[in-house]
């Protein structure tokens, strides 16, 4: 079975998130999708097979579980249909535990259509130690959990109590700011996304954290265009465009490796 290893929403290689394409030949167990995605260590191994009629099924797993959605794997593989098995379709369909997701090429990269992810305040604060004074706001985001701090720095210097993240009731846990004035004034907003009870301290770049960020920021800022940086070691940007309950992330994407699994 072949793999690729692609850095997706950058430009450059070793910058964005690295995931794992393995192009599936045939049927895989749960355990055999799990195994492998734990040998990789990356973030997300996504497991690619093609259907009938131009559709594919995608899955997505961390070293330690399978998720539901992930935007950097759905990114990385739709470059290497397009990059390396020369798919000639401007337009990739992929069956998904979300449903159906697309992928489209544009003048300036990929674009992901994905479903919109609504936020909604909560009731209590979030019990995480080390965030009273600079929480703006706390709000759900569908499996995740979405905080906003007063400025770009304050997202920057957060330090993650790793431990009281992985007990939330949450996939993870989304630290963000507006970026309006600071050494991020380029973009809207800046972020970054902490998974630790999915075997992800920290995600270097994460399109499904984008679903939510994009309804946040569009509520606060009065947009539906608006381009996101999150501001993780590797750092990466997403553009995301609201349309009714839909939402496209566009981005990059570099191929850095490829190989054979035996």
Request: glycine fraction near 8%; aromatic fraction near 8%.
């Amino acid at each position: 079975m072949k793999y690729f290893v692609v850095d997706a929403f950058s430009r450059q290689k070793y910058r964005g998130n690295p995931a794992a394409v393995c192009l599936q030949e045939g049927d895989m167990s749960d355990v055999e999708m799990q195994l492998l995605a734990a040998e990789f260590n990356l973030s997300e191994t996504t497991y690619l097979q093609f259907l009938a009629d131009g559709h594919y099924r995608l899955r997505w797993f961390t070293p330690l579980t399978e998720v539901n959605l992930c935007g950097h794997a759905t990114l990385a593989a739709a470059h290497v249909l397009w990059n390396q098995c020369g798919i000639s379709a401007t337009q990739l369909r992929f069956a998904s535990r979300s449903g159906e997701l697309s992928a489209r090429l544009h003048d300036d990269g990929i674009a992901l259509e994905f479903p919109l992810v609504e936020t909604a305040p909560l009731a209590d604060s979030l019990p995480v130690r080390g965030l009273a004074n600079s929480v703006v706001a706390a709000f759900s985001a569908g499996e995740d959990l979405l905080i906003e701090l007063a400025d770009s720095a304050a997202v920057q210097n957060f330090v993650p109590d790793l431990a009281a993240i992985a007990a939330l009731p949450a996939r993870g846990l989304i630290v963000t700011a507006s970026a309006a004035v600071g050494d991020h004034s380029d973009v809207d907003f800046v972020s970054r996304f902490f998974a630790p009870a999915a075997g992800i301290d920290e995600d270097p770049v994460t399109g499904s954290a984008h679903c939510a960020l994009a309804h946040y920021w569009s509520q606060k800022l009065g947009c539906n265009a608006l381009r996101g940086r999150q501001i993780s070691a590797r750092s990466g940007e997403v553009e995301v465009a609201i349309s009714g309950d839909r939402v496209t992330l566009s981005g990059q994407a570099v191929t850095v490796m490829e190989g054979k699994i035996f």
